[in-house]
């Protein structure tokens, strides 16, 4: 047989059985017609053939004619560990396909917490975290009795982000971490190693992480390494440093041997289009030649999107949000801040748009460059940026228009990459103008680079999706449609599978997903999700 499944014969009795469908099993190996049995949460049958299995019974039959039944979509870049207890529906990710997440990325993840610091945590989350978000727990194990409590749609999994246990340990304080300081940062991480998170996240552009130094980085990471867990890691540039910000993470993986994702890979300046990524990727090629793991994940837009407050340099943040402030509010500081953002902005204020920003003065804003700001405002592009963050009290967001379509398709081209949103559980009444990638990263690759760009087969594109997120993280039960997994499944049309999400009405389902089963428990039902919060938590084998 071409396909190691089992033969199944006589009565059989099934949850849920989906017949008649186009099997994309996650392997990259060959679609084939079938069909699949699930028993609990558990595919209990796979059987190629016609469709059907003969003399079998089902509670509930999907009939799936002219449909791709594929392993449900693993999001390896999340942040939902910040949203999920807002929205623990997670109909973001739902109706896009998505059934497990790896959360806590860039650095930033819901725990560690130290309680006399939370005003602190509340501005490094902020982007995320909402102002009245208790942020009662402090430890993953804290955080996990939570979201249990309210139960949740997805599977999740957690990495410990750098910049929450550098935070816990330092604050917002440059330089390097002395004796003391170190050995409770890996104090810290173990804690967390030891309750289940996959490994840690670090966001080498955000403070504090940002202040961290490669070998406090490499120190932390041969803890990493002891347990078997993986670095992930928001580089300490993606524009004009993007080559030596590669170097840096190949050489930590061959300091310490450790697993290493390169979160979300890309090029964000248009003077190094075309040319840096590939210099770059040529180094990840070079050094998994040599036998380092090292790998990367990569979503399908030509925008980025983050905090308002990334485009203040990055000093300005030692001490904290009210030292910021005070900088920002300082006429000859704000000079220096101005020059400086400024410079580094040159020909790029009008790709940065503002997709979040709250108090009433910024409404009007929202959905506009800083350019158009500035040149309704009458001030510098700099200036208007400030203004909105601070008028914002630090909780503005921003989309920015940065990459090109013929990096995104080299990138998406190596063979090594996975895919995933950098985005979150949400609601479909998200406010203000999100990054569409919350809500159609997966129909996107499989709509735009697969059927009408060709970068990928169905195949292929399906297990960048699945089974090599999985074994990314080390997941041995999902990831692949076989008999023994759980049964984490979506049905979708790829006739009519679209992207709807755009950029001005980002908050909307994809078209073309039709069944969701997390669990074995059908989460979404005709492109509408039936309420079900059948996740589970995930934690490192």
Same mark, same amino acid.
């Given at each position: 047989m071409l396909y190691p499944y089992r033969t199944v014969r006589g009565q059989m009795d099934?949850?849920?059985?989906?017949?008649?469908?186009?099997?994309?099993?996650?392997?990259? $190996?060959?679609?084939?017609?079938?069909?699949?049995?699930?028993?609990?949460?558990?595919?209990?049958?796979?059987? @190629?053939g016609d469709g059907t299995i003969s003399g079998a019974d089902a509670a509930r039959v999907v009939e799936g004619s002219g449909k791709i039944l594929?392993?449900?979509?693993?999001?390896?870049?999340?942040?939902?560990?910040?949203?999920?207890?807002?929205?623990?529906?997670?109909?973001?990710?739902?109706?896009?396909?998505?059934?497990?997440e790896l959360c806590g990325n860039c650095g930033m993840s819901s725990f560690p917490i130290r309680q006399d610091r939370k005003c602190d945590y509340h501005y490094y989350l902020s982007e995320y975290v909402n102002p009245e978000d208790a942020l009662s727990y402090s430890t993953l194990p804290e955080f996990v009795s939570c979201i249990e409590k309210a139960?949740?749609?997805?599977?999740?999994?957690?990495?410990?982000?750098?910049?929450?246990?550098?935070?816990?340990v330092m604050g917002f304080r440059q330089g390097e971490p002395?004796?003391?300081?170190?050995?409770?940062? $890996? $104090?810290?991480?173990?804690?967390?190693?030891?309750?289940?998170?996959?490994?840690?996240?670090?966001?080498?552009?955000?403070?504090?992480?940002?202040?961290a130094s490669s070998r406090e980085l490499e120190a932390l990471a041969a803890r990493l390494k002891s347990y078997g867990a993986m670095y992930t890691t928001h580089m300490r540039g993606e524009g004009l440093t993007l080559v030596n910000s590669v170097k840096e993470a190949i050489a930590l993986a061959e300091h310490t041997g450790v697993r290493v994702e390169i979160s979300h890979f890309k090029e964000c300046r248009k003077e190094m289009w075309h040319t840096a990524v590939k210099e770059a990727m040529q180094l990840v090629i070079n050094a998994r030649a040599r036998g380092l793991d090292i790998a990367f994940d990569q979503y399908p837009y030509q925008a980025t999107a983050s905090g308002l407050e990334t485009n203040i340099p990055s000093w300005a943040f030692e001490g904290g949000q009210d030292a910021l402030k005070k900088r920002l509010c300082d006429p000859k500081t704000r000079?220096?801040?101005?020059?400086?953002?400024?410079?580094?902005?040159?020909?790029?204020?009008?790709?940065?748009?503002?997709?979040?920003?709250?108090?009433?003065?910024?409404?009007q804003w929202i959905g506009r460059s800083i350019a158009e700001i500035a040149e309704a405002t009458g001030k510098d592009p700099a200036d208007a940026c400030f203004d909105v963050v601070l008028n914002s009290d630090f909780k503005s967001n921003e989309v920015n228009f940065g990459m090109c379509e013929e990096d995104i398709e080299y990138i998406l081209s190596q063979d090594f990459g996975m895919i995933c949103s950098d985005g979150e559980d949400e609601t479909l009444n998200f406010p203000g103008v999100p990054h569409p990638r919350i809500y159609g990263t997966f129909p996107r690759i499989l709509a735009r680079y697969v059927k009408k760009r060709k970068i990928l087969t169905?195949?292929?594109?399906?297990?960048?999706?699945?089974?090599?997120?999985?074994?990314?993280?080390?997941?041995v039960d999902r990831g692949l449609i076989r008999e023994g997994m759980k049964a984490d499944l979506v049905l979708f049309d790829y006739n009519t599978i679209e992207d709807? @999400?755009?950029?001005?009405? @980002?908050?909307?389902?994809?078209?073309?997903?039709?069944?969701?089963?997390?669990n074995g428990v059908l989460t979404a039902s005709h492109g509408t999700h039936t309420g079900a919060r059948a996740g589970s938590i995930l934690k490192r084998n």
């Open positions: 099934f949850d849920i059985l989906f017949q008649n469908v186009t099997i994309v099993d996650g392997t990259g $190996k060959p679609a084939f017609l079938g069909a699949v049995g699930v028993t609990g949460d558990t595919i209990t049958a796979v059987v @190629p594929a392993p449900g979509f693993i999001d390896i870049h999340t942040h939902s560990d910040l949203t999920v207890l807002h929205a623990p529906r997670a109909e973001s990710r739902i109706l896009q396909g998505v059934t497990t139960g949740h749609s997805t599977n999740l999994g957690f990495l410990v982000g750098h910049g929450n246990i550098r935070l816990a002395d004796q003391a300081e170190l050995r409770e940062e $890996k $104090k810290l991480l173990e804690e967390a190693l030891d309750a289940g998170a996959f490994g840690m996240s670090s966001g080498l552009i955000y403070p504090p992480g940002s202040f000079a220096r801040l101005r020059e400086e953002a400024d410079a580094d902005h040159k020909g790029r204020w009008g790709d940065i748009y503002v997709s979040y920003a709250e108090g009433t003065d910024n409404q169905l195949e292929k594109a399906i297990s960048k999706m699945t089974g090599m997120s999985a074994a990314r993280m080390g997941l709807t @999400p755009d950029y001005l009405h @980002p908050e909307q389902a994809c078209r073309g997903i039709e069944e969701v089963c997390v």
